[in-house]
């Protein structure tokens, strides 16, 4: 799998283990908004393998074409309908915590 | 009666003056007014004046916090405070005397800008309307309500300002206000009173048939507009889920209405290249990219800039459109460079 993205993004709310959050209701707008390089050339609707380091991940499918060097956000990567997408959280954390984000392109 | 301007509460005008240069672009912005000063006799406002088409976008920041916009911005932060209509002179008094006997939060006195000959007052927005609304005219003559009214001597500087920034974007129209409001059939009775007209239902936009609209996003609206000149118009939104994003919001900010967003319109083969500069600009794009309207056979596409970089306002960017005199819509192909099939000249019979 290639390196598509990674960000460093702050939880907004603590969770427990077998939560199931995504990626709206764990970051709050400015986090959100936090740009994203884009590493590698993807098509829309190309899945990708967004990481919650040591938290839970997910496959969503981007919503765009995305070209390398171009900076993008969960909201500009992702469709609601996406970005909105339950995981379960494989670990207690608490609010404030930084939580890196890795998407794999698969 | 009819829609003339559009008004934001900022903090830092020259910092919101620069980004709406960036999303509307210099050259859709004829002209932009400095005011400093200005008075409406409870509290002294600075701004800018943008002279976009058709509607004006106002940028004001008061001076102090105690009077009506000085309240809003320490209660609810940046973001939109008022529209302001106009009104010949006989309407604009008329109107004044009429909301007062229906019991309406009118402002005690009209205040009359003397350096512009222009009066204007308040219809609160503790009404039953829910927001801030204010009506205006340009005197051809003295009031009749003279005693009643505030004369001033403001603003104390009004002055086109001298704008470096060139910004070129495709031809943006400003000409819708969204406002949501908590109960249908009384609000839309109420607000047709307030602007003397009825309401046109936008089910579907091109045959006004009624229907509800999903947003995808958890809200789901019963949309009616009242429609002014040059396609100009108030979207009514009521939406119908009471655990819908928006009924949460008015419901914690204990309000009966609230403006929403607003709604600009771009050429239609442009809104992509629209988008991406707007993301290169670094706003912040909802989306990825701008989506297809596919409801009832829509067919614009439309995007969102989150109010985080826009001063607190949602905006809403939809493929470029016109109403005939019934608010039917038609796409407006007139700028539009790209095609295959060319328009056809008498679509719309407009």
């Given amino acids: 799998m290639e390196m598509f993205g990674s960000v460093v993004l702050r939880l907004n709310k603590s969770v427990n283990k077998g939560d199931k959050e995504n990626l709206l209701s764990l970051f709050d707008a400015d986090d959100r908004f936090k740009p994203i390089e884009v590493l590698t050339d993807a098509e829309e609707d190309t899945t990708v393998k967004v990481i919650l380091e040591g938290l839970g991940e997910i496959d969503l499918k981007l919503g765009a074409d995305m070209e390398k060097k171009q900076k993008k956000t969960i909201m500009t990567l992702f469709w609601f309908a996406e970005r909105s997408k339950n995981m379960e959280m494989q670990r207690k954390a608490e609010a404030g915590e930084n939580v890196t984000l890795k998407i794999l392109k698969t | ?350």
């Fill in chain 2, 1 to 350: 009666m009819d829609m003339r301007s559009i008004n934001l509460v900022v903090k830092d005008l020259d910092a919101a003056l620069s980004t709406y240069l960036k999303l509307f672009g210099t050259n859709n912005i004829p002209e932009i007014l400095r005011v400093k000063g200005l008075n409406d006799g409870t509290e002294t406002i600075d701004g800018y004046y943008l002279k976009t088409q058709p509607l004006n976008l106002g940028l004001w920041a008061p001076r102090g916090t105690t009077g009506r916009i000085g309240q809003f911005l320490q209660k609810n932060g940046e973001g939109i405070h008022h529209l302001t209509f106009q009104m010949e002179q006989d309407e604009f008094e008329e109107t004044y005397t009429r909301f007062k006997a229906q019991g309406r939060p009118v402002s005690n006195k009209i205040a009359y800008l003397g350096r512009l000959s222009e009066a204007f007052f308040w219809l609160d927005g503790s009404g039953e309307q829910g927001v801030p609304m204010q009506f205006g005219t340009k005197c051809s003559r003295g009031l009749k309500l003279w005693e009643n009214t505030d004369y001033l001597d403001t603003p104390k500087v009004i002055e086109p300002a001298k704008i470096n920034e060139v910004h070129i974007r495709p031809r943006i129209v400003l000409n819708s206000a969204m406002v949501t409001i908590n109960e249908s059939e009384k609000q839309r009775e109420v607000w047709a009173s307030i602007l003397s007209r009825e309401p046109v239902i936008q089910g579907n936009i091109f045959t006004l048939e009624p229907g509800q609209v999903n947003d995808g996003r958890g809200n789901i609206f019963i949309p009616v507009r009242f429609g002014f000149s040059q396609s100009k118009g108030i979207n009514l939104y009521r939406a119908i889920n009471p655990e819908g994003p928006i009924n949460k919001v008015m419901r914690k900010k204990g309000v009966k209405g609230m403006y929403h967003n607003l709604a600009c319109y771009v050429t239609r083969d442009q809104v992509h290249t629209y988008f991406k500069q707007l993301e290169d600009a670094g706003f912040s794009m909802v989306d990825p990219k701008p989506a297809l309207n596919t409801n009832k056979g829509n067919g614009n596409y439309f995007f969102f800039v989150h109010p985080r970089s826009a001063f607190g306002v949602l905006w809403e960017v939809v493929s470029i459109f016109i109403r005939n005199e019934a608010v039917k819509a038609y796409y407006d192909w007139s700028d539009t460079k790209v095609y295959m099939l060319p328009p056809d000249e008498k679509a719309g019979n407009l």
